[in-house]
C-alpha cells in the first residue's frame, strides 16, 4: 500500500473513531436520548456537515504526524548506512553494471511492477554510460505482490547464470511481472526455462531476497525505487540529473 493510501485510510479512520466519541459523549452528556443511536448519530452527521473543517484540520494534524514520523525513521536510516555498506555494495552473483572498480556506488532496490523504477531506467542507463567510474548493484525488492516475488527470484536466478542485464530490462519493458512476461523475459535473455526455474527455488535466492526486505526495512524504504548513493539514501524515481547529483555529492564526502 502507498503512503498516500495509508494517510487517507488513516484520515477515514480518525474520522470514524472522532464520530463514535462524539456519539458516546452526547449519550453520557444528554440522558435524555439515552440510547437513541440512530438520534445521536443525526446529530453528530449534521455537525460535521455545518463544520466540516474539522475533518480537514484532522487530516493536516495527521499529516503532520506522518510527516514528523517519516522524516525521524528516515534520519535513523541514514544513520544506519555505514555499517549496511558491505551488504549494500555487494552484488548478487552478476546483479550489477558498469564499472566494477568505480569509485561510487549507486545501489538500487526495485520492483518489477513499479512504474516510478521504470520512469528511472533510462537516467540510471544514461549514467552508467555517461560515468566510466560508476558502478550500480541491483537489489531485487519485491514488495507489490506475489507476482513481484516471483519475478525476483527469476532475476535472480538469470543473475546466477550472467544474464541478469536482459532479464531485468525484458522484464521492465514488458507491461509486469506475470507467467507470460516471465516466460518472455527468459526467451529473450536466452534463459533455460527449466534451468532457472530450479534455481529461482533455491535457498540462495531466497535468502538474499529474505536479505534485501530487511535491509529495506532497516533503511526505511516503504516503497519503490530506492536509492543508496555512496552514503546517502534517496527515495521514489529520480532523472539523470539528479542520479548526477548524489554521485556527486557522494565524491566530495569520501
Not at 495509508?6 to 452526547?26: E, I, M, R, T, Y
Not at 530506492?226 to 527515495?235: D, H, M, N, P, R
Amino acid at each position: 500500500m502507498t503512503r498516500s493510501k495509508l494517510f487517507f485510510a488513516s484520515s477515514l479512520l480518525l474520522a470514524a473513531v472522532l464520530g463514535g466519541l462524539v456519539v458516546l459523549g452526547l449519550q453520557a452528556m444528554l440522558p435524555g436520548i439515552g440510547g437513541n443511536k440512530a438520534q445521536v448519530e443525526r446529530i453528530v452527521h449534521g455537525y460535521l456537515l455545518e463544520n466540516p473543517s474539522i475533518l480537514r484540520d484532522m487530516m493536516e494534524k495527521l499529516q503532520q504526524q506522518e510527516n514528523a514520523e517519516t522524516a525521524k525513521a528516515q534520519d535513523s536510516a541514514q544513520a544506519a548506512v555505514p555499517a549496511a555498506l558491505p551488504a549494500l555494495t555487494t552484488p548478487f552473483a552478476s546483479a550489477w553494471a558498469g564499472n566494477p572498480n568505480g569509485d561510487v556506488t549507486v545501489s538500487v532496490f526495485m520492483d518489477y511492477a513499479c512504474g516510478y523504477c521504470r520512469a528511472s531506467l533510462p537516467g540510471l542507463a544514461e549514467l552508467i554510460a555517461k560515468d566510466p567510474n560508476v558502478r550500480v548493484v541491483y537489489r531485487e525488492y519485491p514488495v507489490l505482490g506475489e507476482a513481484s516475488v516471483v519475478a525476483a527470484r527469476f532475476a535472480l536466478a538469470a543473475a546466477q547464470q550472467g544474464k541478469f542485464r536482459a532479464f531485468h530490462d525484458a522484464m521492465f519493458a514488458s507491461d509486469g511481472p506475470s507467467n507470460a512476461s516471465i516466460s518472455d523475459a527468459l526467451a529473450k535473455a536466452g534463459l533455460d526455462p527449466a534451468a532457472t526455474q530450479k534455481l529461482a527455488n533455491s535457498d540462495a535466492v531466497a535468502k538474499e531476497i529474505d536479505a534485501n526486505h530487511r535491509l529495506g526495512v532497516k533503511l526505511a524504504m516503504n516503497g519503490t525505487p530506492a536509492w543508496v548513493v555512496g552514503k546517502q539514501i534517496l527515495y521514489g524515481a529520480r532523472d539523470y540529473q539528479a542520479l548526477v547529483d548524489a554521485v556527486a555529492i557522494a565524491r566530495k564526502t569520501k
